[in-house]
C-alpha cells in the first residue's frame, strides 16, 4: 500500500470514496424514479460551470457546483411542464449545458490539461481545499438522505400515495435533484464531468439485478461503488490511467458479471 | 334514461344532507363540483356524499371518470368549480391524511419490479410527520397488525416483484391500513386478478367494513363479487354520478344501461344479491 504514502493518492481515494457513497445512494433513487439520465443532465451543467469559471477567472470547481444546482431547480421548472415526459427537461439541460460549455470553451480558447481533468477525472486534481468541500458538502448531503429516507422511498415507490400521507413531495422532488446536483459536481474531480452518471446508474443497476430487500439494494450500490472506485483509482495510479474510465470499466464489468451469471441460473 | 331519474336516490337526499353538512358521520361530500382536464368537463354538477360505515361500489364504462372522480374524492385533483368536503373540512385545507387510505388504479403496474420486500413497502405507508425516523416501535407494530388484517403476515420477507396480481393487491391495501385510516378508497383493486382471488378481496373489504368500521369506496368491473358484498352502488356515467342507497333496487338492466353491455355471468350474482342474505 505504498500509494498511500502520497499527499494527493491519500487526498483522492478519500475524495473518490466519498464521491462513490454519494453517487450511488443518489443512483438508486433516481434509477427507480426512471430519471436515470437526470446525472448527465446535471454534469453536462457543470461542465458549462467549469468552462466559465476558467473564462472568467473563477474557480471551475465552484462553477460546477453553481452551475449544476441552478440546472436543477431549472428541470424541476421544466419537468412541472412537461409532466408526462419528465425526460423532455433532461434532455434540453443535457444538451443546452453541453452547448454553453462548448460556447464558453471557445470563447476561452481554453482547450487545455486543466479542461481534460474535469472531463474525465484526474488523480492529481484533487487539492487539499477540493477535499475539504468534497468532506463538507458530501457530509451536509449524507445527512440529508439519511432525513429523508423515508420520504425519498415513499416518493419513488408511489408519488400520489405519498403526497396522500401529507408528504411535501413537490418540496422534496425540488430537494433531492438540488442534492443530485451538488453530488454531480462533487463527483466531477475524480471522475470527471463525463462519467459521473454512471457512478450513479451502474452501481443501482447491479444492486436492482440481485438485492431481495430495499436495504440491501442500498448496501449493493454502495459496495460496488466504493470498490470500482478504490480499485479504479488505484489501477489508473500503477497503469498511468484516466480514473474516471477506469472506475467506470469496473463498474459495467461487476455489472456484465452479474448480468451474466444470473442468465446461467 | 328512464333509471336515471327513477333510481336516483342521491339527489333527492342530498338537500337534507346539506342542513348538517358538519355532522361528522360525513365521509366525503361532493356539492357542484364540476370538472374537465382540458376545458371539456369529464364530470357536470356532481353531487354526492359518502357517509361514515358506507361500502359503495362505482361502477361504470372506461373513461366515464370513475378514477377522476376518486381523485377529486381524496383531494389528488381540485374541483374547478363546486366543493369537496373532506371529514367536514374542504379538501383544500384538508391536514389528516392518516385518516384516509387511497390505492390508485396504476400502482400494481408501475411498481412491477421494485427491490423492496413487502414489509418494506407497508411500512411505507406509516408515515408520523417531517424527519420522524426512529418510531420504530410504533411502525413495527402497525405494520404486523397491517399483515394481519390483510393475511399476508407470510409474504413479508419477500420482494413485491415476485408477487402475483391478487397478493400484491392485498400489499397496498395493508400499505393504505398501515395508518389505520377511517376511509378507503381502491381504484379497481381487483382488475386483472384471477374470479378466486377476487371474490377474496371483497370479502376482506366487507371484513373490515363490518368488523373495524372502515368505508370503503371502491371502483370495479368486478360487479358479481362486488355487488355481493357491498352496501350501496355509484354509477358513473355522462358526466353524472348516482348513488343507489338500496341495492336490490339495481337490476341487471340498469347495470347493462350503465356500462352499455351486458355481463353474461352477472344473473348468477343477482340470483344471491336479491336474496336478503345481506345484513
Ligand atoms: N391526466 C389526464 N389528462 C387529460 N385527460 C385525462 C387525464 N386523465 C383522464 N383523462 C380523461 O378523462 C376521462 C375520464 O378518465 P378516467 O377518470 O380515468 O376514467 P375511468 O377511470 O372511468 O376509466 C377520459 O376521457 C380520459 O381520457
Ligand atoms: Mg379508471
Not at chain 1, 443530485?180 to 454512471?198: E, F, I, Y
Request: charged share 15%; with cysteine; net charge neutral.
Amino acid at each position: 500500500m505504498y500509494i498511500l504514502t502520497f499527499d494527493f493518492m491519500q487526498r483522492a481515494l478519500v475524495a473518490g470514496v466519498i464521491t462513490a457513497v454519494l453517487a450511488s445512494s443518489i443512483g438508486v433513487f433516481v434509477v427507480l424514479r426512471r430519471m436515470s439520465l437526470v446525472g448527465d443532465s446535471l454534469s453536462h451543467a457543470a461542465l458549462s460551470g467549469v468552462a466559465a469559471g476558467m473564462l472568467f477567472g473563477f474557480y471551475p470547481f465552484y462553477g460546477a457546483l453553481a452551475f449544476s444546482a441552478l440546472a436543477a431547480l431549472f428541470i424541476e421548472y421544466i419537468r412541472k411542464a412537461f409532466e408526462r415526459y419528465a425526460e423532455v427537461a433532461l434532455a434540453v439541460v443535457m444538451s443546452g449545458g453541453m452547448g454553453l460549455a462548448v460556447v464558453l470553451i471557445s470563447l476561452g480558447k481554453s482547450f487545455n490539461a486543466d479542461l481534460f481533468s474535469y472531463l474525465f477525472g484526474s488523480l492529481v486534481a484533487v487539492s487539499p481545499s477540493d477535499a475539504w468541500i468534497i468532506c463538507g458538502v458530501g457530509l451536509f448531503i449524507l445527512l440529508s438522505l439519511v432525513i429523508l429516507f423515508r420520504e425519498l422511498f415513499a416518493i419513488a415507490f408511489d408519488e400520489e400515495s405519498a403526497r396522500l400521507s401529507g408528504i411535501p413531495v413537490d418540496a422534496v422532488n425540488t430537494y433531492f435533484t438540488l442534492l443530485t446536483a451538488l453530488a454531480v459536481a462533487l463527483s466531477v474531480r475524480v471522475v470527471g464531468t463525463l462519467l459521473v452518471s454512471a457512478l450513479m446508474v451502474i452501481p443501482a443497476a447491479v444492486s436492482l439485478q440481485t438485492a431481495k430487500s430495499f436495504r440491501a439494494t442500498f448496501g449493493i450500490a454502495v459496495g460496488v461503488a466504493v470498490f470500482s472506485v478504490i480499485s479504479g483509482l488505484y489501477i489508473s495510479f500503477i497503469l498511468n490511467l484516466a480514473p474516471g474510465g477506469t472506475i467506470v470499466l469496473i463498474a459495467t464489468a461487476i455489472l456484465m458479471t452479474v448480468i451474466s451469471t444470473k442468465k446461467l441460473q | 334514461m328512464k333509471f336515471e331519474i327513477s333510481n336516483c336516490a342521491a339527489e333527492s337526499a342530498e338537500g337534507e344532507m346539506h342542513k348538517k353538512s358538519q355532522d361528522t358521520d360525513e365521509v366525503v361530500s361532493l356539492t357542484g363540483v364540476t370538472f374537465g382536464y382540458n376545458g371539456t368537463p369529464v364530470l357536470k354538477d356532481v353531487n354526492l356524499t359518502v357517509k361514515a360505515k358506507d361500502f359503495i361500489a362505482l361502477i361504470g364504462p372506461n373513461g366515464a371518470a370513475k378514477s377522476t372522480l376518486m381523485k377529486l374524492m381524496v383531494g389528488l385533483l381540485l374541483p374547478r368549480t363546486g366543493e369537496v368536503r373532506l371529514f367536514g373540512s374542504d379538501v383544500r385545507r384538508f391536514g389528516q391524511w392518516h385518516r384516509i387510505g387511497y390505492v390508485s388504479q396504476n400502482a400494481v403496474r408501475v411498481n412491477t419490479g421494485f427491490p423492496a420486500t413487502v414489509e418494506e413497502v407497508v411500512a411505507s405507508g406509516f408515515y408520523s410527520g417531517f424527519g420522524k425516523l426512529f418510531d420504530t416501535a410504533g411502525r413495527r407494530k402497525a405494520v404486523q397488525q397491517a399483515l394481519e388484517m390483510t393475511g399476508i403476515q407470510n409474504l413479508s420477507r419477500r420482494l413485491v416483484g415476485e408477487l402475483s396480481g391478487g397478493q400484491l393487491q392485498k400489499v397496498f391495501l395493508a400499505k393504505a391500513l398501515v395508518k389505520k385510516p377511517e376511509a378507503l378508497f381502491l381504484d379497481e383493486p381487483t382488475t386483472g386478478i384471477d374470479a378466486a382471488s377476487s371474490k377474496e378481496f371483497y370479502t376482506l373489504l366487507k371484513e373490515l367494513n363490518m368488523r373495524e368500521g372502515i368505508t370503503v369506496v371502491v371502483i370495479t368491473h368486478d360487479i358479481g363479487a362486488a355487488f355481493d358484498r357491498a352496501a350501496k352502488i355509484g354509477c358513473v356515467r355522462n358526466g353524472k354520478v348516482y348513488i343507489h342507497d338500496n341495492i336490490d333496487e339495481v337490476t341487471q338492466e340498469h347495470v347493462a344501461e350503465v356500462l352499455g353491455y351486458r355481463i353474461p355471468e352477472l344473473s348468477a350474482a343477482f340470483s344471491t344479491s336479491q336474496n336478503p342474505k345481506k345484513s
